[in-house]
């Protein structure tokens, strides 16, 4: 009676357990369809921390990019701004979606900060809202060369600069 009880308490974990991984894994590796709608803020913020234990923004960039591609871009420094507006190529805007879904990106813990205490006095805070077929997801992270972050922001960083960088030439 015990090991039929155990037995039947066995098969049900096994059971959820597939069902639940079978859905995460399915929202994650799905590739990207037309179907799906991104809304996308960037923004990053490249700072220095003065000897008065104050933090100053030297650079703010906020990368705006709707779903239909449009793209807005603002950056602000010592006196000095620039913006720019374009729309990005359908088969980039879906090669970021691909990235963001096959990264795993999604996955990472909603709202969550990945953040070490800057070693020298420059770093770079990063945050990313975003809309993915109606659900929002929103991380934020920092960066300098002393901190390495995990390659699932960093595929999705990458993108983002390689987008920037188009953008302003």
């Not at 079978?22 to 003065?50: A, G, R, V």
Request: aromatic share 8%.
């Amino acid at each position: 009676m015990h090991k039929m009880l155990l037995f039947f308490v066995i098969i049900v974990i096994i059971c959820t357990v597939s069902f639940i991984l079978q859905i995460s894994l399915e929202s994650l590796f799905t590739p990207s369809h037309s179907t799906d709608s991104i809304n996308l803020e960037y923004i990053k913020y490249e700072l220095m921390h003065n000897q008065n234990n104050t933090i100053t923004s030297m650079q703010s960039e906020i990368l705006i990019i709707e779903e239909n591609g449009i793209m807005h871009y603002k950056m602000v420094s010592h006196n000095n701004i620039l913006e720019k507006e374009s729309e990005l190529p359908h088969d980039e805007l879906q090669k970021l979606i691909s990235i963001i879904k096959d990264t795993g990106f999604l996955s990472l813990a909603q709202d969550y900060l990945y953040s070490n205490n800057p070693v020298n006095n420059n770093f770079n805070k990063h945050m990313l809202n975003i809309s993915f077929n109606s659900k929002q997801h929103k991380i934020s992270w920092n960066t300098n060369d002393a901190i390495i972050s995990p390659p699932i922001i960093n595929a999705v960083e990458l993108e983002l600069s390689r987008i920037i960088s188009q953008l302003i030439k």
